[in-house]
């Protein structure tokens, strides 16, 4: 498939880059700095500038893509960034989207605890509500939403659990566990070539 990774540079998009390659795709990485991908050459990896925020940089980019994959995030970002990346995917012709929001906001807010929900937002102020904006823009018959736990750079596990969130039936009293970058990026490559879950959100822990 040809993929389109968003967010490429980023912590976790760096693995949905790696996983993507090792499982024999055409990937094209959106980078708003290239060069930050000049350690990643690979024959069938193509970086492009793009910026969310100049809006057919994306979408020129997916035009011949099967699918893209966001990593987006808005961490140091103007608040309204995940939401500004959502606009331009949703404008994009594409057949699947594995789009990365986070537990706790969005439609799995109240999924743990009030001390989760306390401290998430506060850590992301105005990016909290950007995340749910932003998954509502992207919904649809084609995505699918991805929302892990707190994130780790440990090393892959590959014993994450991917759950649609409508048929989850645990839910955490304080804490939610943990889950490494690399099992995301896993989860999220698996998803696009093989669609589980297209259309819902996806608890990942
Ligand atoms: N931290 C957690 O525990 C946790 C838990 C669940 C979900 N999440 C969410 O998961 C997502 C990925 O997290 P992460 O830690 O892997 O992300 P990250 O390392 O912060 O990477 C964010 C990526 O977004 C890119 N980006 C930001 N603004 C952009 C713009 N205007 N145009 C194009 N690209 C832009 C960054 O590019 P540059 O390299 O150019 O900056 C970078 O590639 C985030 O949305 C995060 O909130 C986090």
Redesign the pocket.
């Given at each position: 498939m040809r993929i389109v990774v968003?967010?490429?540079?980023?912590?976790?998009?760096r693995h949905v880059l790696t996983v993507a390659l090792d499982r024999g795709h055409q990937v094209v990485a959106?980078?708003?700095?290239p060069e930050?991908l000049s350690g990643m050459a690979h024959g069938r990896l193509e970086v492009r500038r793009?910026?969310?925020?100049v809006r057919d940089t994306v979408t020129s980019a997916c035009r011949d893509a099967d699918a893209l994959i966001s990593?987006?995030?808005?961490?140091r970002?103007p608040a309204d960034?995940?939401s500004a990346g959502a606009r331009a995917v949703a404008e994009a012709t594409l057949s699947r989207v594995a789009w990365?929001g986070?537990?706790g906001a969005g439609d799995s807010r109240h999924r743990a605890g009030p001390l989760y929900d306390f401290i998430l937002r506060r850590v992301l102020g105005d990016g909290f509500a950007d995340k749910a904006a932003a998954d509502a823009v992207v919904a649809g018959p084609r995505t699918t939403l991805f929302h892990?736990v707190?994130?780790t750079d440990r090393p892959a596990t590959g014993e994450a659990t991917v759950v649609p969130l409508d048929v989850l039936d645990r839910s955490w009293r304080l804490m939610p566990p943990k889950v490494t970058?690399a099992d995301v990026a896993v989860a999220m490559v698996t998803e696009i070539e093989s669609p589980a879950y297209a259309g819902r959100t996806v608890a990942v822990y």
């Open positions: 968003l967010g490429a540079t980023g912590a976790t998009g959106l980078a708003r700095r930050a793009a910026d969310v925020r990593a987006l995030g808005n961490r970002e960034t995940l990365m986070t537990f892990p707190m994130l970058r």
